[in-house]
């Protein structure tokens, strides 16, 4: 009998210390039966489901929204050398919005005439050296429009009203004249803009990026050189040139004449130095041929 109660305690020993070593059931996740009845939810689940769908309060989209907007603008203003997204736009490089002594000058046309392929200004943008913009305007028609161009250029019938702020050529004429007086114009392709402006500028205070050397390519066959680009260069694209150069997109659709006169001032920038100097050489020559012909 001794032996017997003995053997007892220690059987109900064993199983104590067995069952403390066991861990709890765990409850299971919530199914759903043949009839669609919804099983009793446990305490562990109900905890967890707590914790799963944490981020779907108002206020966890609102921060998650906030964080993606940050991400967007880094990525769109990452430097060159860190990168550039190669679909992102020429944008202001600084906060100075004063009329500097180099603006870029950029305009959109539309067509007139019978065959609508004669221009007339429709919009005229200027921005300054850190590409903020100093003008940006449309322009009543002088002329019935008959090509608004806006596959390339953006323009339409809407714009060139005075309900939706168009201006008067003239206006914007004489705005133009006063700011581009005794500054450094850099554009592309300016004798296009500054026709239709009816304007003249100083060749000496002219930047163009379609007549500069390094920016030019050989002509092609049969091909005639374009007036003011160096003997036996062609002219490029301006989106061309910017891909290259820069490592940015323009132009991929209706053009932005905010855009692409950034893209010049950009690309401008960027050979300034060699350019001045090469201006500056070139300036020495001609003023020591004028003095031995004097």
Request: aromatic share 2%; proline share 3%; charged share 30%.
């Amino acid at each position: 009998k001794r032996r017997a109660a003995t053997t007892r305690r220690r059987d109900d020993a064993m199983a104590k210390k067995k069952a403390s070593r066991t861990s709890p059931a765990v409850e299971r996740a919530p199914t759903r039966s043949s009839d669609g009845a919804t099983a009793t939810t446990g305490a562990n689940w109900a905890a967890l489901k707590k914790r799963i769908n944490a981020g779907a309060s108002s206020a966890a989209k609102a921060a998650a929204a906030a964080r993606r907007a940050l991400e967007d603008v880094d990525d769109a203003t990452r430097t060159r050398d860190g990168g550039r997204d190669a679909s992102a736009t020429p944008r202001a490089t600084g906060r100075n919005t004063a009329v500097t002594a180099v603006l870029a000058l950029d305009c959109e046309m539309v067509g007139v005439g019978a065959d609508g392929k004669r221009s007339i200004l429709a919009r005229a943008s200027i921005v300054n050296e850190d590409g903020n913009v100093i003008m940006d305007a449309h322009v009543l028609p002088t002329e019935r429009v008959t090509d608004y161009r806006t596959a390339v250029s953006g323009v339409r019938a809407k714009d060139l009203t005075a309900a939706n702020g168009a201006v008067a050529f003239k206006k914007v004429q004489a705005q133009m004249s006063e700011l581009l007086r005794g500054r450094i114009l850099v554009g592309h392709s300016l004798k296009n803009d500054m026709r239709v402006l009816m304007l003249d500028h100083p060749k000496r205070d002219t930047r163009d990026t379609s007549l500069y050397h390094p920016l030019t390519r050989p002509l092609r066959p049969e091909e005639r050189c374009v007036p003011g680009a160096p003997r036996g260069r062609g002219c490029r694209a301006l989106r061309d040139l910017v891909r290259q150069h820069l490592g940015l997109e323009i132009q991929k659709g209706e053009h932005s004449s905010v855009d692409d006169a950034r893209a010049t001032l950009a690309l401008y920038k960027k050979f300034a130095k060699q350019w001045e100097s090469a201006l500056r050489r070139a300036d020495g020559r001609d003023k020591f041929k004028k003095r031995r012909v004097d």
